[in-house]
């Protein structure tokens, strides 16, 4: 079975700096699917950035890019130039691809990120 | 158009009672999920439906939790003789289709409270 983990539970950022937070996942598989998605207070999950195993580019989507090290099973959010709204809860999750496989996803435990003025 | 619904916001209950929580997706999304999200725990998988296929049900904690779609659109998810264990929030998801690039859609969520 798959897992993915975040070990992290609390984060803090200046406003307009850049953090990043961790993801370790564990999967026999070659190809997969990773996301990361931010939950606000309203509770509504938002996808952030996605990547595909099979893609060495790393991903990038405006402020948010991720560092996917394959081999080390990681997948880290790098968010820069940080704003107060990206305060928020943040899941990072693992999606099998293979032919068949559930599309459910899978996720870690979230990072709370709380951004200073 | 609308995004996901899903209704009632909150709801209390008591142990013991069984409740009803409702998800309406996007309209020809064929796929649906519901996930669960205890306090401090990430979002746990629960059921998937995709068009007119068997749902895959593996998620499910117990037989006290049981969920169907009707006409391929709306879900209901239902929890019989509730427990204080199944306090949390559940979601609710839609998709067009199953690739990668059929993202995954959330609800608001449902918070439940078991007194």
């Known amino acids: ?117 | 158009g609308a995004g996901v619904s899903q209704s009632p916001s909150n709801k209390v209950t008591e142990k013991g009672k069984d409740v009803e929580l409702r998800c309406d997706p996007i309209s020809g999304h064929t796929a649906l999920y519901w996930y669960r999200q205890s306090l401090g725990q990430g979002l746990e998988f629960l059921i998937y439906f995709q068009g007119n296929s068997a749902p895959d049900k593996s998620g499910l904690p117990s037989d006290r939790f049981s969920a169907e779609r009707t006409g391929g659109s709306v879900s209901t998810l239902t929890i019989q003789r509730t427990q204080q264990e199944d306090s949390a929030v559940y979601l609710c998801a839609s998709s067009l289709g199953v690739g990668i690039y059929n993202e995954q859609f959330f609800g608001p969520g449902t918070r439940l409270t078991v007194l």
């Open chain 1, 1 to 117: 079975a798959q897992t993915v983990t975040q070990s992290q539970p609390e984060m803090s950022v200046q406003e307009a700096e850049t953090v990043t937070l961790s993801c370790t996942y564990d999967t026999s598989e070659s190809d997969y699917y990773l996301f990361w998605y931010k939950q606000p207070p309203s509770r509504q999950m938002i996808l952030v950035i996605r990547q595909e195993a099979y893609k060495q580019q790393n991903a990038t989507e405006n402020r948010f890019s991720v560092n996917f090290q394959k081999a080390a099973k990681s997948f880290s959010l790098k968010i820069s130039d940080s704003q107060l709204g990206d305060a928020a809860m943040y899941f990072c999750a693992y999606r099998r691809i293979s032919s068949g496989a559930n599309s459910k996803l899978t996720f870690g435990k979230g990072i709370t990120l709380s951004v200073r003025p």
